[in-house]
Each structure stands twice: as structure tokens, then as C-alpha cells.
């Protein structure tokens, strides 16, 4: 969109999305509370109503957000970045195409903008969904920026693209003027705002309005998911909101009856004040006035003791004396309301995990079956998905805008595509299914993405390893059939030799050898070695 002065004016006066951005600034506030546990203190204050004074000034003094609640809730995101799989192509000249890399691999904070979106607009797509991503231009180079919506003082959207937005205004100097940032698709303008009386004037600095580098407003917004009834964009965890504002709740007042009622309390028969004898006053002898007892401060009961203290009394002379089985003791608090507090916090923690990914808490996995297993887990896969398509759009957008800052009509664009393995299932769980399968006798082709699967999931945290054992799959003759099956096949000797001696071959190899040679250079030296063994003497005795 370009706008006229005539339409920027007005858009200052009028402030035309006020509404839906005061919408998103609440709705932030609240996310941001949960998930990072900014203004925690603040949002529990309305149990005030419920509490006597001294539960709220404790209440104030120890505060437990919902941060890891949220943390552990969110964790399965962090496969989105680590998928496997996935690709990504520039539609750039050869030799352009390599310089591109390199400004994409340091793109802020001397990180890649792949990483840059993982560990900077992820949370904010989580705790501020109606930010934008904006690429701001200095000397010469253009960087990937996040601007809050409380940064925002209006804009105008069409879906995730941003056709202006206009910033808060900001004070300069120490006159009464405000300076507002306005930027459409053709200029980033400086605007001068001036008041006279009930009437504001407005005027573009034209010494510091430049032309747009890009073919667009260079402004998108982090979220793709619809919020229709405040016509704002949605957080992906926006239906968990209610059910962690009951977690924070009961969190809050278990955490406050524990420190006001979770001590033992000691108890005693009281005593009499051995220095007053339970009058709580003295007589001074020199004034020959009574005053308050110095032992018992004027209680007449004889005060708490030390261990060396001790109480005698008189044996039971005849039946009717009572005999007690102590005089004094701890108060144990109750424990059945802990156990309470402590059940609802797993439902609650539970519910809230079941309304974000839509599935109930994985447990007993084995002893399920690997069908089970996989059911429970799609959901999540699918919502991954979801997450999964919008970093796409976002990675897509800072690509092309820099792209065409960099090199202009050069630059056609580009295809990026998110990996969508995510590995949700531990090692062991996939174990199972591919155990299962080969004796179920599955397919071979579903045999090899089980394994796969296995091995990104093994060795998650080890690409090396990860592109060994990947590579090797297509080295390993008759992969998924043991020694004896193969001689039994009637293959010929060389192939048989081929897997009896591959594990041989395999202790050979170095790491080195084994991650730079390719498969195809692998599976030759495989061959050099075992055509210098003997099939008929070392074959093992197939019975």
C-alpha cells in the first residue's frame, strides 16, 4: 500500500486499529506473564480479594510463575529446528549464490537467521503473536529486527503482510513535538507532530524520510493463526490461557498454605512461672512495688525451655489419677490438603498439556503396541506441522527481502522448506517398532525409515555419528536378513562373503574414512576386503 500525506495524516489523527492494538497489548501482557513470568506479581495481586492480609504479604514475598510449566510444555517445538529432512534453494546466479550463504549465516548477534527465528521470534511468536518482523536498513546492510506491539501505534494488515505500520511516537527534544515512523510500501517516513490547543498539526521531515529498499513494506507478522472475534493474530497457545490462569491460581495458594501452616507446631501443659508463681508480677523490694515478672513477661505461665529443662511429676497414687501419655508434643499439619493441592496441580498440568497438542500424557509406552504408540504421538506431529509452515513463511520472507536488498532483479526468490521428521518417539520406542516390524515382515522400504528414524533419533545430538550410520544403510548388503538367512538364500559365495565379513570391514574403518568416502567408494573397499577371504573354510556351520 502507498499512502498519500493526506491518508498518513489522517491515519495520526484517527489512529484507526486503537482497538484491536490495545486488543493485542492485553493479550501480550497475559502470554508474556505465563510464559516468561513477566508481571507474575502483579496478575496474582487480585487474590487479594480472597486472602486475609498477612497471606497477601507472603504471597507477595515468594511467587511462582508459570515459566516452567510453559517450558516443558513447549519443549516438542524445539523439533521444528531440529527436523530432519528439509531444504533450501536461492534463485540466484552461481556465483552470487554463495556470497547469499554467507550474509544468511550471520544475519544478527552473529547467528544464522535459522537460528536467529528459533532463539529469538519463537518465544516472541509464542508471548507476542501480533509483532512484527522488520528489516531495518543501516550502512549499506539489511538486518532482521522484532518490533512488540507495544512498540506499534497503528498498522494495517493482510494476513501476515503489513501493508504500513506506524511506531509510537517519540519525544527528541524538549519542546511539546512527537515524532512518529511511518513506513508503507514506497518511503520510511519522519513525521513532525505539533499541538495547538485541542488541534495537532503534522509535518514530513523530508531530511529524514528515504525511500524504501524493498518491493514491499518490509514488515510481517510473526503469527499465522486467526483470532476472528478480536480480529488480531492468535498465540499458538492461546487456548491453554484459561487453564493456566486455574495452575497459577492453585499454585499460588498451595504455595502460600505451606509456608504459613506447614511447620509442626509445639505444644505443652502449661506451667506455672516458677519466679512469680503464675502472677505474672514480682514485688520489688527495694520500691516495694509489683511489676511485671522479667521470666514470664507477664503471662504467669512458665516460658519455653531448653533441652536441659524437665517437668517432674508425681507418680499415680490410686486409679483415678490420670496417667498421660505425654505432656507435650508436635502438631503435625494436615497432610490430606497437600495431597489435594498436589492432585489438582497434576490435573491441572495434564489439562493443559491435552488442550495445546490434543492428546493425553504418554505413559506405560511399553507395554503398547507400536500402532498405539504412533497414534498418540500424530497429534503432536500435526500440530508441529502447523508450526512448522509458519517459520517457513517467516524464514521465506527475510530471505527474499534481503535477497532483493542485496542484489535486486538478480534475485528471483526463493523455496524454503522445514524438515517434517520430527522424532518425537525416544530410541527405545522406535526399537520396538522396527523390531515388531521385521517380524511382522514388513516391507522392506517401511523396514529402512524405521531405521532411519532410529538412527536421527539415536544420535539426535551427534551429526557425525548420525551421517555415519545413515550412510552405512546403503554399504550393508541384505541389510535386514541375518548371515544364515543370506547362505540360505543360494546366493553366490562373493555376495555371501559380503555379509559374513562386513562387520569385519566395518572394525577396520576409521572415523574419518567412514564420514568423507561415499557410499559408492565404501562399498568397493568393502569388496577389496573380503575377496581376500575363503567362503568354505570360514563360513560359519549353518545347522
Same mark, same amino acid.
Given at each position: 500500500?502507498?499512502?498519500?500525506?493526506?491518508?498518513?495524516?489522517?491515519?495520526?489523527?484517527?489512529?484507526?486499529? %486503537?482497538?484491536?492494538?490495545?486488543?493485542?497489548?492485553?493479550?501480550?501482557?497475559?502470554?508474556n506473564? /505465563?510464559?516468561?513470568?513477566?508481571?507474575?506479581?502483579?496478575?496474582?495481586?487480585?487474590?487479594?480479594?480472597?486472602e486475609?492480609?498477612?497471606?497477601?504479604?507472603?504471597?507477595?514475598?515468594?511467587?511462582?510463575s508459570n515459566?516452567?510449566?510453559?517450558?516443558s510444555?513447549? /519443549?516438542?517445538?524445539?523439533k521444528v529446528?531440529?527436523? %530432519?529432512?528439509?531444504?533450501?534453494?536461492?534463485?540466484?546466479?552461481?556465483? +552470487?549464490s554463495e556470497?547469499?550463504?554467507?550474509?544468511?549465516?550471520?544475519?544478527?548477534?552473529?547467528?544464522?537467521?535459522?537460528?536467529?527465528?528459533?532463539?529469538?521470534?519463537?518465544?516472541?511468536?509464542?508471548?507476542?503473536?501480533?509483532?512484527?518482523?522488520?528489516?531495518?536498513?543501516?550502512?549499506?546492510?539489511? %538486518?532482521?529486527?522484532? %518490533?512488540?506491539?507495544?512498540?506499534?501505534?497503528?498498522?494495517?494488515?493482510?494476513?501476515?503482510?503489513?501493508?504500513?505500520?506506524v511506531?509510537?511516537?517519540?519525544?527528541?527534544?524538549?519542546? *511539546?513535538?512527537l515524532?512518529?515512523?511511518?513506513?508503507?510500501?514506497?518511503?520510511?517516513?519522519?513525521?513532525?507532530?505539533?499541538?495547538?490547543?485541542d488541534?495537532?498539526?503534522?509535518?514530513?521531515?523530508k531530511?529524514?524520510?528515504?525511500?524504501?529498499?524493498?518491493?514491499?513494506?518490509?514488515?510481517y507478522?510473526?503469527?499465522?493463526?486467526?483470532?476472528?472475534?478480536? *480480529?488480531? #493474530?492468535?498465540?499458538?497457545?492461546?487456548?491453554?490461557?484459561?487453564?493456566?490462569?486455574?495452575?497459577? =491460581?492453585?499454585?499460588?495458594?498451595?504455595?502460600?498454605?505451606?509456608?504459613?501452616?506447614?511447620?509442626?507446631?509445639?505444644?505443652? =501443659?502449661?506451667?506455672?512461672?516458677?519466679?512469680?508463681? @503464675?502472677? @505474672?508480677?514480682?514485688?520489688?523490694?527495694?520500691?516495694?512495688?509489683?511489676?511485671?515478672?522479667?521470666?514470664?513477661?507477664?503471662?504467669?505461665r512458665?516460658?519455653? @525451655?531448653?533441652?536441659?529443662?524437665?517437668?517432674?511429676? *508425681?507418680?499415680?497414687?490410686?486409679k483415678?489419677?490420670v496417667? +498421660?501419655?505425654? =505432656?507435650? @508434643?508436635?502438631?503435625?499439619?494436615?497432610l490430606?490438603?497437600?495431597?489435594?493441592?498436589?492432585?489438582d496441580?497434576?490435573?491441572?498440568?495434564?489439562?493443559?498439556?491435552?488442550?495445546?497438542?490434543? &492428546?493425553?500424557?504418554i505413559?506405560?509406552?511399553?507395554?503398547?503396541?507400536?500402532?498405539?504408540?504412533?497414534?498418540?504421538?500424530?497429534?503432536?506431529? *500435526?500440530?508441529?506441522h502447523s508450526v512448522?509452515?509458519?517459520?517457513?513463511?517467516?524464514?521465506?520472507?527475510?530471505?527474499?527481502?534481503?535477497?532483493?536488498?542485496?542484489?535486486?532483479?538478480?534475485? #528471483?526468490?526463493?523455496?524454503?522448506?522445514?524438515?517434517?521428521?520430527?522424532?518425537?518417539?525416544?530410541?527405545?520406542? &522406535?526399537?520396538? #517398532?522396527?523390531?515388531k516390524?521385521?517380524?511382522?515382515?514388513m516391507p522392506a522400504?517401511?523396514?529402512?525409515?524405521?531405521?532411519?528414524?532410529? &538412527?536421527?533419533s539415536l =544420535?539426535?545430538?551427534?551429526?557425525?555419528?548420525?551421517s555415519?550410520y545413515l550412510?552405512?544403510?546403503?554399504?550393508?548388503?541384505?541389510?535386514?536378513?541375518?548371515?544364515?538367512?543370506?547362505?540360505?538364500?543360494?546366493?553366490?559365495?562373493?555376495?555371501?562373503?559380503?555379509?559374513?565379513?562386513?562387520?569385519?570391514?566395518?572394525?577396520?574403518?576409521?572415523?574419518?574414512?567412514?564420514?568423507?568416502?561415499?557410499?559408492?567408494?565404501?562399498?568397493?573397499?568393502?569388496?577389496?576386503?573380503v575377496?581376500?577371504k575363503?567362503?568354505?573354510?570360514?563360513?560359519? &556351520?549353518?545347522?
Amino acid at each position: 500500500m502507498v499512502l498519500s500525506k493526506e491518508d498518513i495524516f489522517k491515519i495520526l489523527e484517527e489512529n484507526p486499529n %486503537k482497538k484491536s492494538i490495545a486488543e493485542a497489548i492485553r493479550k501480550h501482557a497475559l502470554l508474556n506473564m /505465563h510464559v516468561n513470568g513477566v508481571g507474575v506479581k502483579e496478575h496474582l495481586s487480585s487474590l487479594k480479594d480472597y486472602e486475609t492480609k498477612l497471606q497477601t504479604e507472603v504471597g507477595q514475598k515468594i511467587v511462582e510463575s508459570n515459566k516452567g510449566i510453559f517450558n516443558s510444555l513447549l /519443549h516438542p517445538i524445539n523439533k521444528v529446528f531440529s527436523a %530432519k529432512g528439509g531444504s533450501k534453494r536461492y534463485d540466484l546466479p552461481t556465483y +552470487l549464490s554463495e556470497q547469499f550463504k554467507n550474509k544468511l549465516s550471520d544475519v544478527a548477534h552473529g547467528v544464522s537467521l535459522r537460528k536467529w527465528l528459533e532463539k529469538k521470534v519463537f518465544n516472541k511468536y509464542i508471548t507476542d503473536p501480533n509483532g512484527l518482523i522488520f528489516i531495518e536498513v543501516s550502512n549499506n546492510e539489511a %538486518k532482521p529486527t522484532f %518490533k512488540s506491539i507495544t512498540s506499534i501505534y497503528d498498522y494495517k494488515t493482510v494476513g501476515q503482510k503489513v501493508e504500513y505500520v506506524v511506531f509510537n511516537p517519540i519525544k527528541i527534544d524538549d519542546t *511539546d513535538k512527537l515524532y512518529y515512523r511511518v513506513v508503507d510500501d514506497s518511503f520510511d517516513y519522519w513525521i513532525e507532530s505539533s499541538k495547538k490547543g485541542d488541534k495537532s498539526s503534522f509535518n514530513i521531515d523530508k531530511e529524514k524520510t528515504f525511500p524504501v529498499h524493498f518491493k514491499s513494506c518490509p514488515a510481517y507478522i510473526v503469527s499465522d493463526i486467526f483470532d476472528d472475534v478480536c *480480529d488480531i #493474530k492468535a498465540s499458538f497457545i492461546d487456548a491453554t490461557l484459561e487453564k493456566a490462569n486455574s495452575f497459577l =491460581y492453585d499454585n499460588a495458594v498451595n504455595t502460600k498454605h505451606k509456608l504459613l501452616f506447614g511447620f509442626a507446631k509445639y505444644w505443652e =501443659y502449661g506451667r506455672d512461672c516458677v519466679p512469680c508463681d @503464675g502472677d @505474672g508480677v514480682i514485688l520489688n523490694k527495694d520500691t516495694d512495688v509489683q511489676e511485671q515478672c522479667w521470666s514470664c513477661g507477664g503471662s504467669g505461665r512458665r516460658p519455653f @525451655g531448653d533441652v536441659t529443662d524437665k517437668l517432674i511429676l *508425681d507418680l499415680p497414687k490410686d486409679k483415678d489419677d490420670v496417667v +498421660l501419655n505425654k =505432656y507435650s @508434643g508436635f502438631d503435625s499439619p494436615d497432610l490430606e490438603i497437600w495431597k489435594q493441592y498436589k492432585e489438582d496441580l497434576k490435573d491441572h498440568e495434564k489439562d493443559i498439556f491435552k488442550t495445546l497438542w490434543n &492428546i493425553n500424557f504418554i505413559t506405560e509406552q511399553t507395554t503398547k503396541t507400536a500402532t498405539q504408540t504412533v497414534m498418540e504421538v500424530q497429534p503432536i506431529n *500435526d500440530k508441529l506441522h502447523s508450526v512448522s509452515d509458519c517459520f517457513e513463511k517467516l524464514e521465506a520472507f527475510v530471505t527474499d527481502s534481503l535477497g532483493f536488498f542485496y542484489y535486486e532483479n538478480a534475485y #528471483k526468490g526463493s523455496f524454503i522448506n522445514y524438515g517434517r521428521r520430527y522424532l518425537i518417539e525416544s530410541p527405545d520406542v &522406535i526399537w520396538e #517398532k522396527l523390531t515388531k516390524a521385521k517380524t511382522d515382515k514388513m516391507p522392506a522400504v517401511f523396514l529402512m525409515n524405521l531405521t532411519k528414524e532410529y &538412527i536421527q533419533s539415536l =544420535y539426535a545430538n551427534n551429526d557425525v555419528e548420525c551421517s555415519i550410520y545413515l550412510k552405512i544403510l546403503g554399504v550393508e548388503p541384505f541389510l535386514f536378513m541375518t548371515i544364515e538367512e543370506v547362505i540360505a538364500l543360494g546366493v553366490s559365495d562373493d555376495d555371501k562373503k559380503l555379509k559374513i565379513y562386513f562387520q569385519d570391514w566395518f572394525q577396520t574403518k576409521s572415523e574419518t574414512e567412514l564420514l568423507l568416502n561415499t557410499r559408492e567408494l565404501l562399498l568397493t573397499d568393502l569388496r577389496n576386503f573380503v575377496s581376500q577371504k575363503t567362503f568354505k573354510n570360514e563360513t560359519p &556351520i549353518v545347522q
